[in-house]
């Protein structure tokens, strides 16, 4: 392991100032969800199991159209960030896996690449290709669309470098291409709308071909940005219109942030997995747009709606496997801070889902007893499952309090001094 | 013909007054239409053909949950609806077609009643069913849904409402149904999703095999109202798998006014288009909900680049035929000034779309020249296509000046004596 | 006492049995806080003083412009709307104080009302008047608006309606009134913005001139509905300018369902604040417009942050003084139940924010510490206070669980009978 | 003159081609005028009299988060900047003043760059400050506010910026100064709502102190961007209380893509203008968020309706004199060739707004008649005035067609040339 990662007997001793009163309140918190029928450590073992992946590029600061204000000590290459990766699993023990995105994390030998990440226990999830920045030296811009511009060569390239990415994945152990387009347009009558969407689908199709048997290309629709107009996968409906065309290995990736306002997205969510097309998430949060603001952080109770539409869909045995991963912009904290908290809210999101009545909700739903429902699911997103997310941590070598534990460990303060800033920086934003 | 109706003298005298500023006018454009190399008198004629029916529940003054206030003279009946629907027709000769929505329209000869419209030179279009209210005497109460409702016995008294409206538009030649239900939650946990989409899928597929060879089943999506948390056919995503699932005399019908802030609905338009599930439209503008106001009447623009879509298709040959119906809830003014005023505007929109150079657009689109683009697009609708419908009007019977002329007939005056306010009203809203 | 009313015994027989695991989690909670430094018992003391007004017109089914679809045992007038509030107050002890609208709540015998109330242990809040919709026998119609009128003779009855509103007012003990008008346009050009605002704050000054020294004008923006192009009083902003002109009496309310999508209500209540204009809130909650949801139910952390607010303020010594009123629509709920639980939701939030580390809060945003700032909100919205809340309730006399204590109750089944169904019925909407 | 602006008897031929045509169409055009009682002549005075400022930073290639695909030829400093401002002047007649964003324009010899605009026939708008980003070798970053910053040092930094942005402005000649900063928060809790409004007020009132006595300040508001939970100056409510703070000086700049989804912006400006507090416009257009797309090019009736209140005030001899300047980001298009439509764009609402019958629409407005009222506005809005905005052209020396002028010169392929691609790029965003 990397000597700058977190000292384990400082975790220890982090956690073994708060251990009795993790103990007490999970002790309690056991003797009330025992009223109500259920047995903490089999919630607990499912909270365990549960993890969601980190992208790379959310380890670096963020930025706004108008500025970046670089952070300290952000990571200069892939390793860096790879290694920023392991101390959020490390302490926060719910992010086993490391989202690419390739080409800003493009690396000479990928095989070191895995065995460093390996070292780390940590894993890689869906391979994200990039086609909507142009790259030094790239013979077609992508100004005016990737995968559905009018020029044929153009398209030729983005699909070309999907299926780059397919490799790349392939030599990293990823089952997964997640595929999102920044192509649209900004004017009325710039772009014809249904050829657009007949290119898009040709090459679609031609990076669908080269799809390994045992993968899953995902589909990531977006309402706006960056193209201001119209966008050629501008929502859940154009999503699965393209998943059908393609194929079973297709399917709709649900980013929380690429929506028209007031759009209810847990009700997206039941669509696509009753049609059997729910690929995975982008969990983020926001207030105005595409914010990419922490997991969370302005709508609990949204998060919690979307997981008990998973936990439902589990518990009634539909079968289905959606991939969980942050998607996040980090401007005004430490990316590493955001990612632990962000990756705690969504396991604790999963968590309340899992205490939510199902037989007593299913009998309210039928009755049309809508006030019994609504407290149904109030009842467990009301309770404060703290404790039991501080022991899943505790049970696995994690810290019971990660941002705690990784303000003493002076991680930051020890890369900042490694990693001199560069210009420009690494802070790439999704 | 009743005689209600408005005095043709009158008409000609109304349009003798405005006949040389409509000649000279009309002359000019075409000139200026020439040197753009379009032939107006090709224009006028398909503008000619164009028409847009009127909602039935169009012609009665409509409210919010706050109050109705109503107007003069309503209709009492579905005779009288029809007796406004002509005054309309007959001046602004543009909505040949009338919708009925049953049962606020239930009368007991259908017979009659066809008689009576074919004497006012109208048809009918889609019959509308209603499930979002109950009605007197009704056995089982929509309070909790209709189609998706948790009780089978609910449900199927919806699916046979559904199905008696078919044969009241087979009485009276009509060859589509429209379902519009007010389905959903208004708190989250109220309705299982995915439970309450099939059981709609089940009702509407007992719907559809009652349906003719040679007719429509027109589902209409809508993202709330009166369900206030979630519907079941939220969005034209939901709408196109239930239109899918059901078979191809199942398509997607549009109402401007039913869908979440900011969303492109033109391009929602081209996907139907391209996927052959577009049913049509329900007209009407709007500025913060599904306020149902007049078409055009905030939006122009946007009106416009709906109807750029739908003569790009047939330019390029798609074969699609979507039914055009106006859907506004007129409170403040006389319907029927709202109606023809709106009518005309539709016929506007189109009137403009058929002046776009398309082979021109074509290549400003390859070429991803979006400026000029967007001004081929600019260019048809800054004309001012008004002499061209004044024209339009004139040859077909009807006034220059619709309102002016409906204005001076005193019709309203007349029919106000005639028609004593009820408590209550006919005011239905949609 | 009414008969009518929550049997004593039965409440005390509900509690018993839930009494000892009050008591075990209110401990477990007193232990918890005890740890963050903060003593349980004051915390208590303060929720136990809070209180919030019901909305006559909430106890009746609310509706949409739809459908109205009547819930059994409705109010049939004022006296059955106050005996319903006061099991409300008897159950939940959040709720002891009215707010009535008129006409809607007139009655022939004010003394009687205010001595059935008081025998109720309920008094009066802010009054409402009603210049929205038509009252039979009414001189002139507000179709065109009622304050902002073009017609002096129309504003003249609204205002003298609002005058008539403070003697009323006065009669029941009231201290406030509050002016909601529906005034507005729904077509561009309908209104002269400048015209109808100046003749709004003129009819406001009148009505402002006949307020008693003691008491506050609370004025009510919105941002459309029942007009869907514009409204006189729109937004805060024209709230406030209003107010400002009107004079210190005078003051901004917000209805949390009243504003533009995505707007950020609690940073409004923070301006108001600062500016001494907070009038107080009418309390709901909306996922798509003014859908007049039940507090809490669909964004229960927008509805702490507004309380953080609050809190925050009165913590620095702000001296300021809202009111706090439930306005909610119950469509699909027991209104009993939805208003207890309501009110029980808006305690829950004012408990958490009192639960906010200040001195912490303050360091972290000096420090511009982000990360800790919004953890230390967190840990307050996360806690569960159920406990707190319970035992506020036992001790004033009330159920541990509401909801349960009344369906226990068979209140409802009661009036049912007693209160026959009338044609309209009473369930007036705002 | 500069020997790369365009040649004159280039743009003469053109005009030659096109001279015939416009001649008729502006005879029709003053034939239908004056059937409605309008003088073509006096309408044609009042749009030769008006001008609307270019943004320095609009004649860059802007971007967004994701990427920006840099233009041929892209200004590399200020001095590039005006001449290709003169250029869009040479050829549009619309945009004689110039708004410059300091540092992006800072220069060594402000007289000559006055000098140089000044032989450009071009002279200074409002000169626009810069606190939301980083420069290099600055003291304090505004990562976390400028004015509104917690650390006073910050805050000292930011007004001196002000302040020194007052003396460059002196140095051009211009007359006012505007201030917007991207000061917020991300995060529930991050910043306190009122103590950061005290603060910005503070600074703001230092930078008015330093306000020559004939100058303006110019405070323009954003609902969101780059602060995504909350900014500082949010609406017009809060914009308002500002300017109200500072003193007569100060003002309310209304841009036009910073309003929540839905926001009536024409009432806004109604309102502002009834406060004697509005300061002038950004013009652009969006369809979802802050797009900064070319202005009209979405919503022209919406343009149209702003400048209906500006007309109508100016009409009933309403005192104020609002700034009118371009914002815009042209990420797809040539920057020149957007500015000369979007100036002609606004130009056309202005000459739009100035054909409504004033007098019939106030005795519209004052009976009610709303679809007569909104009938006059369409009939201004429907006019096509482009022969009118020819002949302003054609008059001032400009091009009668002004981008098919600018692309048969040559401009941007000889500045292509002159012009190397810098890394980084001069496109600048705002």
Redesign the interface.
Known sequence: MSTNLIDAGAIAAHNDTLLS?VG??YA?LG??LG?RGIDIERVRARVAAFGVAIPSWGVGT??????R?PGQGEPRHVFDKLQDCAVIQQLARATPTVSLHIPWDRCTDWSELRQTASSHGLAFDAINSNT???QKDQAH????GSLSH?DAATRAQAVAHNIDCIEIGRALGSKALTVWV?DG???????????A??RYLDSAQQIYAALPGDWRMMLEHK????A???TVI?????S??AAQTLGPKAQCLVDLGH??????I???V??L???GKLAGFHFND????D?D??AG??????LF?VF??LV??AHEG?AFDPAYMLDQ?H????PI??LM?SAVQVQ?SFAQALLVDRAA??A?????D??T??????AA????V?PLLQRVRLEAGGAIDP?AAYRASGYRQRVAVQRPAVAGGSGG??
């Open positions: 009163q007490s309140d309690h003797e009330q009223r963020g930025g706004t159209r108008f500025a204000f909507f920045s142009d811009s992508y100004k005016f009018t920044g347009s900004n004017f009325p009558g710039q772009q014809h709308f249904r050829r969407f007949d309402i706006c940005e960056p201001f107009y119209s501008q929502d859940w409906g154009s699965f219109l929506h028209a306002p007031n759009v209810n847990e009700l997206i039941a669509r997995i009753a049609a926001s207030k105005y747009g914010d603001l922490d952080s302005v709508s609990p109770y949204r709606l008990n539409e439902a869909a539909v912009s401007n005004v904290t430490d801070e955001s908290t604790r909700l299913d309210a739903q039928d009755a049309n809508a006030m429902a609504t407290h149904l699911l109030k997103f009301q309770t404060d703290t941002v934003i999704v």
